[in-house]
């Protein structure tokens, strides 16, 4: 078989979520691309491109596609350069802001129950 007859795309469907993704050398593999997304709805796909080495403008049902930096997967957050700088950001914005309600809501708490708080309200978020 050569290499021109190979699947080179995967799609990956969680529930109502479908990612499909390929390795781009070329405009052919952004064409072959291309003809798969033609059964997708347009107003809920986007276009991140990891190490990008090809320019293409994807468009589906004669709209451009929505090139992005970050998307957000599975409650993961991936960026375009596979740094994880923005997903633990998240975390730790999500975090301080539970520390500061349990501070507001919460006065003279003994160490027991910050100790319970902390390990049901702001530690699952960090692991």
Known sequence: ??????V????????DD???YSEINDVLDCERLQQL?????STKCVVLHLRQYVEY???????DLE?????????VIIS???KPDAHISNIVK??????????RCFSNLTSKKVTILYTSCIRPLLQ
């Open 1 to 6: 078989m050569t290499y021109e007859n190979t």
């Open 8 to 15: 080179h795309n995967t799609a990956k469907i969680f529930a």
């Open 18 to 20: 479908t990612k499909l």
């Open 37 to 41: 997304l033609l059964k997708f709805n």
């Open 57 to 63: 403008i994807y468009s589906l049902h004669g709209h």
């Open 67 to 75: 090139s992005v930096h970050q998307q957000r997967d599975l409650g």
């Open 80 to 82: 375009s350069d596979l």
């Open 94 to 103: 999500k975090a301080s802001q539970k520390v500061g309600l349990v501070k």
